[in-house]
């Protein structure tokens, strides 16, 4: 049996043994025999708990389908916007004629370079400190033609703490090494070198 209803407020639809709880927004809703399930077209927000939610969806401007608990499978024609949240189980969404939108992350930025520069051991590497402007995670990427620690020297407001890299093991010469910290935004570094070598470092800043 099909049925079809079009409502602004609160639907409990009772079929093949099962309640299912929608909340439908002008929406039309209607249940296919042939593929036993139910088919909405509108605007729809659709939660479902301990049991299997399947829904078929065309020309729908959003969908926003949320379950716990169970598996959930969306299928997708000619729809903008498809918003799906699960815990604890799979999820599979079919998406065709429309376009799936992506959070771009932020590029990191270049903070400071030294490309074979020679340097003296236990002295800063930059001659300036590289300032810290919002939380992010830092990459320091190293290679030094001779073996030696090298240290992160931390300044926030008027005290400095330096500690090593590599558990303060020494680096290979001639090697390359990438050391990653998470750092908060107003503090200031630099780095120090064990050895009065030529080395080359490239720091980034990749926004948190």
């Known amino acids: 049996m099909t049925a079809s209803i079009t409502t602004a407020s609160n639907v409990i639809i009772v079929g093949t043994s099962i309640i299912v709880p929608v909340d439908i927004q002008s929406s039309a809703i209607a249940y296919d025999t042939f593929n036993n399930a139910w088919i909405v077209e509108g605007t729809m927000e659709a939660n479902i708990q301990n049991g299997t939610l399947y829904v078929d969806v065309v020309n729908t401007p959003t969908v926003l389908a949320t379950i716990e608990g169970q598996p959930i499978s969306v299928t997708v024609s000619n729809t903008p916007t498809v918003l799906a949240t ?16 992506s959070v771009k992350q932020p590029d990191a930025t270049l903070l400071g370079q030294v490309v074979r520069g020679s340097i003296t051991a236990n002295a800063n590497i930059f001659s300036s400190n590289l300032s810290i402007t919002q939380p992010s995670r830092i990459l320091t990427v190293a290679a030094a033609s001779a073996s030696g620690t090298l240290s992160l020297a931390l300044t926030v407001g008027t005290t400095t703490v330096q500690n090593h890299f590599n558990s303060g093991n020494a680096l290979n010469a001639s090697s390359w090494y990438e050391f990653a910290i998470d750092l908060p935004s107003g503090v200031q570094i630099n780095y120090q070198y064990t050895s009065s070598t030529t080395i080359t470092i490239l720091v980034l800043s990749e926004p948190l």
């Open 86 to 101: 699960i815990e604890g189980q799979p999820i599979s969404v079919n998406v065709t004629g429309g376009t799936v939108n």
